[in-house]
């Protein structure tokens, strides 16, 4: 059974071992900085098109049929309209928040 200390001497080892690579090779540093930043806009395209489609979609374009369904007293299409897409634009930040720590760890810039 793995322990952990040996664990987390693998990973610095590894760490450290990419980190050697990149610094001797630029051309791997700049792929390397590529697909981390190619990650990052899917994330932040897919991310921005939920909320599109919660403000603009919910909001407009489906508002008649959203109204036919009451949450607390108000029509869904006006709630979304109103309140919904602010609460899931705020839910959205700290899903990237959340997405860019697991980035970071992934690509090694959470140490910085």
Same mark, same amino acid.
């Given at each position: 059974?793995?322990?952990?200390?040996?664990?987390?001497?693998?990973?610095?080892?590894? =760490?450290?071992?990419?980190?050697?690579?990149?610094?001797?090779?630029?051309?791997?540093?700049?792929?390397?900085?590529?697909?981390?930043?190619?990650?990052?806009?899917?994330?932040?395209?897919?991310?921005?098109?939920?909320?599109?489609?919660?403000?603009?979609?919910?909001?407009?374009? =489906?508002?008649?049929?959203?109204?036919?369904?009451?949450?607390?007293? =108000?029509?869904?299409?006006?709630?979304?309209?109103?309140?919904?897409?602010?609460?899931? =634009?705020?839910?959205?930040?700290?899903?990237?928040?959340?997405?860019?720590?697991?980035?970071?760890?992934?690509?090694?810039?959470?140490?910085?």
């Amino acid at each position: 059974m793995l322990n952990l200390q040996t664990y987390s001497d693998y990973k610095l080892t590894y =760490f450290y071992k990419i980190q050697t690579i990149m610094e001797n090779n630029p051309s791997e540093k700049q792929k390397h900085a590529t697909k981390y930043w190619r990650e990052n806009l899917r994330y932040l395209v897919i991310l921005l098109t939920i909320w599109f489609l919660v403000s603009y979609g919910a909001g407009i374009l =489906f508002v008649e049929q959203l109204n036919e369904i009451k949450l607390g007293g =108000f029509k869904l299409g006006f709630w979304f309209a109103q309140q919904g897409s602010i609460y899931v =634009f705020i839910i959205l930040i700290f899903v990237y928040v959340r997405l860019m720590n697991k980035l970071d760890k992934k690509y090694g810039f959470d140490k910085q």
